[in-house]
């Protein structure tokens, strides 16, 4: 699990906005994705490192947790998510 400290980096080093894209996929590759505040963003990272620590976990397509996914799968997701990056905005959950 990444420290307060790596937290805090991570947040400092991502591009100011106000509405950041997180992603959450499961080894069964389901996945959650959720438009968060900047304001909620550090809570939110916290939260689903500590409540979901099997789930790989990426906040604007980098990995900060890959869970139980292969470092290959986790390369592979970041590279789709570089290519097709989201707007939390207005994308829509991949589940329903």
């Known amino acids: 699990m990444q420290s307060n ?7 400092e080093d ?6 950041y894209s997180t ?4 080894s069964n590759e389901d996945r ?3 438009a968060v505040a900047s304001k909620d963003l550090e809570a939110h990272i916290k ?5 979901r620590p099997g789930r790989a976990f990426f906040v604007e397509g980098r990995c ?3 869970g139980y ?6 390369l592979e997701l970041e590279g789709e998510f570089k ?3 989201r707007n939390p905005l207005f994308s829509k959950p991949l589940y329903t």
């Open 14 to 19: 991502l591009p100011k906005k106000e509405v």
């Open 32 to 34: 959650r994705e959720n």
């Open 47 to 51: 939260y689903n490192l500590e409540k």
């Open 64 to 66: 900060i947790n890959p």
């Open 69 to 74: 996914l292969s470092k290959e799968r986790i």
């Open 5 to 11: 400290k790596d937290i805090k980096q991570l947040l």
């Open 23 to 26: 992603i959450g996929v499961y």
């Open 83 to 85: 290519r097709n990056p």
